[in-house]
């Protein structure tokens, strides 16, 4: 259950950081709450998901989601290039926390 969790918490992760961009400084309310609540939300999971997996671990696969997802969901919703070297760098970021999983 701690992996899901911490699965689960990096992809809110990748939310609240979209929400941030589009909270353009706190000015737009719908994606400010989004921010709020995906933040803390991602913030409960992690800590959960720390109660059992080491710290080491837990937090290089929650930041590997998250920033894969945030790039992944850029280059396919907002417009940003995705070019072949970016969408392999992002496989292997996936990689490395697949990797983290596996020998962990």
Excluded: C, D, N, Q
């Excluded at 959960?48 to 696969?61: C, F, K």
Aim: proline share 4%.
């Amino acid at each position: 259950m701690p992996w899901l969790v911490l699965v689960v918490s990096g992809l809110l992760e990748s939310v609240w950081a979209i929400a941030l961009s589009r909270s353009a400084g706190f000015t737009r309310p719908l994606p400010s709450v989004v921010f709020v609540l995906a933040l803390v939300l991602s913030m409960v999971g992690l800590a959960y998901a720390l109660r059992t997996i080491p710290v080491g671990t837990g937090y290089a696969v929650w930041v590997g989601i998250g920033a894969a997802g945030t790039a992944a969901a850029g280059m396919l919703f907002l417009g940003e290039s995705s070019s072949l070297l970016r969408i392999l760098s992002l496989l292997l970021v996936v990689a490395g926390v697949v990797g983290l999983k596996l020998f962990h």
